[in-house]
């Protein structure tokens, strides 16, 4: 088996409930021979906000990238299945950092070797920079969004039991429009939607509204028009140069 394919799985097992909206895309640009170290992740985050999961709530890991893995690798004891969902590749000049999720992924497989019921609630994990910054041209832009078909629905949360999902944030609880399009979605369905900082215990609920009167794909595609998508399957190509300058037309 490819050692890619072996990280993959180690992070979102073929039998895990969540897995098909588990995304490759990194694993796949990781180099061969990235197979996990022997030794495990020893300095995981302490989160003061665990007791409120309670086993019947889905979370949203909305925190820079390598603090997204090292939470999702902490909500394991917890009974949660990690579900990676960054979408942007790697290139030279990018403008997202995701080397170092890669590596935090690598170095943390270790500490899935002891895997979470299939039925495990869902911990998912985004970049909360992956829209930052505009790329200048001759850059690797791979930003990228989320969109609702990126998670389950409402609907299939409820059918298994999870009645509320909690956002995690590294500071004040105010999620990217691309994520409340998710969200609202879920409180549509009624799912009860919760935030918290990262260091605190206590969450609270999260007032979420659609930002755009558009429809969601369409506002969404509208977000999207900025980005640029490749054969990967996700976000990440070279910012075209502006063609140079010059006279056009009459005599020299």
Known sequence: ???????????????????????????AQMATGAAPPDSQVSDLPVQPWAD??????????????????????????????PVPLFNGCAGPGACIDVESIMMGLRRGAAHLRHSVPADAPPAFMLDSNR???????????????????????????????????????????KPADDLKQVLAAWKKSGIEIFGVEEARKSPAPLPVTKPWPLRPFAALALLALGLRSNSAGGFGAKVPLPPEGGRSGGLA
């Open 1 to 27: 088996m490819d050692d890619r394919q072996l990280l993959f799985e180690l992070w979102t097992p073929p039998s895990a409930r969540y897995a098909p909206w588990a995304k490759p895309v990194l694993f």
């Open 52 to 81: 409120f999961l309670e086993g019947r709530t889905a979370v949203v890991l909305d925190l820079p990238g390598e603090s997204s893995v090292s939470h999702a690798l902490a909500l394991v004891a917890h009974g949660l299945q």
């Open 131 to 173: 829209t930052a910054g505009k790329p200048p041209p001759g850059s690797f832009d791979n930003r990228w969004v989320v969109f609702p078909q990126d998670f389950p629905s409402g609907r299939f949360l409820l059918a298994h039991g999870l009645a509320r999902v909690l956002v995690v944030h590294q500071q004040a609880c």
